[in-house]
Every structure is written in structure tokens, then in C-alpha cells.
């Protein structure tokens, strides 16, 4: 599995930007996607997972009302819309995709095998 994360800028607080991750070479069991970041000196964070064959998302409870994830199959790309963002939304992003776990995609960056070479997002 390939991935690419792409969208990345600086823009200014309460700006926004969404940020794709085109993919390609998925396994039929490939079906979990994630947006995760890292901001300097922090440890990752997971943003949002989405599951492509249902659509089903999950976000993290601080990020959930202003990031969005979505996919668009036809294009074998994710997305993630990013509103609203705060100087402490700078990080790089990653994409990563994985298998699921006991039937859910899972949350933890760990559980992700395959990871983009990450955006930088930068918020001031």
C-alpha cells in the first residue's frame, strides 16, 4: 500500500485547509484508513479513522465538530477538512491504513502498517 498526503500549508488561525492522501496497491483487506499527527517534541496523536467499505468514522473527542474525514473510492483518496484551526493544531499529518481489529478500524497509530510521508500543517 502507497500513500500520499498532500494539502499542507501555513494559514492563519480560524483558517482553513483540507489535506488528501491518495492511495494506491490496497489489499481487499486494506480497509481502514487514519489520519494521525505529530507535533514537535509531543508524541502522535490520532485525528480520525474511516472505514471504506461502510464510511464509518471515528474522531478524536478534542477534534470532533471541526475536523472532517471523508473518501472519495472513485479516486482511491481520503480526506481531511480542517476548520476552524488553532496555532496548536500545527503538526505534521500522516495517513496510514491498516487491517481492521475484531471487526473495527483500529485507533492506535501502532496498529497502522502503512503510513504517508506526513504534511506539514502550520497554524499561526
Known amino acids: 500500500v502507497q500513500l500520499v498526503e498532500s494539502g499542507g500549508g501555513k494559514v492563519q488561525a480560524e483558517g482553513s485547509l483540507r489535506l488528501p492522501c491518495a492511495a494506491s496497491?490496497?489489499?481487499?483487506?486494506?480497509?481502514?484508513m487514519g489520519w494521525f499527527r505529530q507535533a514537535p517534541g509531543k508524541a502522535r496523536e490520532g485525528v480520525a479513522t474511516?472505514?471504506?467499505?461502510?464510511?464509518?468514522?471515528y474522531y478524536a473527542d478534542s477534534l470532533k465538530g471541526r475536523f472532517t474525514i471523508s473518501q472519495d473510492n472513485a479516486k482511491n483518496t481520503m480526506y481531511l477538512q480542517m476548520n476552524s484551526l488553532k496555532p496548536e493544531d500545527t503538526a505534521m499529518y500522516y495517513c496510514?491504513?491498516?487491517?481492521?481489529?475484531?471487526?473495527?478500524?483500529?485507533?492506535?497509530?501502532?496498529?497502522?502498517?502503512?503510513w504517508g510521508q506526513g504534511t506539514q500543517v502550520t497554524v499561526s
Open positions: 496497491g490496497y489489499t481487499v483487506s486494506t480497509v481502514c
Open positions: 496510514a491504513a491498516s487491517v481492521t481489529y475484531r471487526g473495527s478500524c483500529p485507533r492506535l497509530g501502532s496498529q497502522y502498517p502503512y
Open positions: 474511516i472505514d471504506r467499505r461502510y464510511g464509518s468514522t
